[in-house]
T-cell receptor
Framework: SQQGEEDPQALSIQEGENATMNCSYK?????LQWYRQNSGRGLVHLIL?????REKHSGRLRVTLDTSKKSSSLLITASRAADTASYFC?????????FGTGTSLTVIP | EAGVAQSPRYKIIEKRQSVAFWCNPI?????LYWYQQILGQGPKLLIQ????????DSQLPKDRFSAERLKGVDSTLKIQPAKLEDSAVYLC???????????????FGPGTRLLVL
């Protein structure tokens, strides 16, 4: 499969803690994106990092990319109950775009 | 700004029947995508259009699935005949100009939940 693999599959933390989820992929990519999916708002784009970038920040989100290891991580700081959702990485190159298997995050109030 | 619209939201059919889903992308968006998301999995890209031309349909099971985007605006995805394993959520997305694979942000609709009995 050319999909990314997220790790862990499920994560449960207390509100205020940080959450880290990882993504590994198999082939060279142009960019990697993270998405969030919950029943309320559906699938929403969070952040994009290009293959020539190593780290990006957006609000409470921090994404890293290591192309030599074909891996990425998403860090959510100071988590909130509203962050409870499934998080997917997605890799893109030209007309190829693949979502990973997802991490289910539960933030306990 | 209105988001991506999809209909119907839910559909229950029996195997071997046919079904069609409709998508209206965000106004002005040139690129449109159809995804299949099976329960517990990530979305799988089925087909991509830029304007009314197909960019890639390599993961579309063409023996039973078809899609069209007439006039480069709204799109329909059809399954004929449906199988049990087609039970999934079908998501439509759009992006402004370039492809998601080139780094363009996609905006997703609410999806159509299909159950094949």
């Amino acid at each position: 499969s050319q999909q990314g693999e997220e790790d862990p599959q499920a994560l449960s933390i207390q509100e205020g803690e940080n959450a880290t989820m990882n993504c590994s992929y198999k082939t060279s990519i142009n960019n990697l994106q993270w998405y969030r999916q919950n029943s309320g708002r559906g699938l929403v784009h969070l952040i994009l990092i290009r293959s020539n970038e190593r780290e990006k920040h957006s609000g409470r989100l921090r994404v890293t990319l290591d192309t030599s290891k074909k891996s990425s991580s998403l860090l959510i700081t100071a988590s909130r109950a509203a962050d409870t959702a499934s998080y997917f990485c997605a890799t893109g190159t030209g007309n190829q775009f693949y979502f990973g298997t997802g991490t289910s995050l539960t933030v306990i109030p | 700004e209105a988001g991506v619209a999809q209909s119907p939201r839910y559909k229950i059919i029996e195997k071997r029947q046919s079904v069609a889903f409709w998508c209206n992308p965000i106004s002005g968006h040139a690129t449109l995508y159809w995804y299949q998301q099976i329960l517990g999995q990530g979305p799988k890209l089925l087909i991509q259009f830029q304007n009314n031309g197909v960019v890639d349909d390599s993961q579309l099971p063409k023996d039973r699935f078809s899609a069209e985007r007439l006039k480069g605006v709204d799109s329909t995805l059809k399954i004929q005949p449906a199988k049990l394993e087609d039970s999934a959520v079908y998501l439509c997305a759009s992006s402004l100009i370039r492809l998601a694979g080139d780094g363009e942000t996609q905006y997703f609709g609410p999806g159509t939940r299909l159950l094949v009995l």
